[in-house]
């Protein structure tokens, strides 16, 4: 089982940045995959970055240049970095967890941003 624990979600203008932070704790896998997702009301969960534990991270094309994902392994955490923020990046963030030992995602955290 793993745990995750998001933070760093809010209210911000168009314009400004957050930095979402999400801590995994239990009995994961060394190798594995730590991804952002976000689901706006009436859409599909997509997937905004990911990054291995090893090897480079992955971005959607509507938040590249903008959005910065990175890793600090020794405290289990990943980090979200949004720059440059837009109405349209206004949803639920969810934090998941990708090994061998299943998937796990996190409660998920509101990120408004207002026009």
């Known amino acids: 089982q793993v745990q995750l624990v998001e933070s760093g979600g809010g209210l911000v203008q168009a314009g400004g940045s957050l930095r979402l932070s999400c801590t995994a704790s239990?009995?994961?896998?060394?190798?594995?995959?730590m991804d952002w997702y976000r689901q706006a009301p009436g859409n599909q969960r997509e997937l905004v970055a990911s990054?291995?534990?090893?090897?480079?991270?992955n971005y959607a094309d509507s938040v590249k240049g903008r959005f910065t994902i990175s890793r600090d392994s020794a405290k289990n955490t990943v980090y979200l970095q949004m720059n440059s923020l837009k109405p349209e990046d206004t949803a639920i963030y969810y934090c998941?967890?990708?090994?061998?030992?299943?998937?796990?995602w996190g409660q998920g955290t509101q990120v408004t941003v207002s026009s």
């Open positions: 998941r967890y990708n090994s061998r030992a299943g998937a796990y």
């Open positions: 239990g009995s994961g896998s060394s190798i594995n995959i």
């Open positions: 990054i291995p534990s090893v090897g480079s991270p």
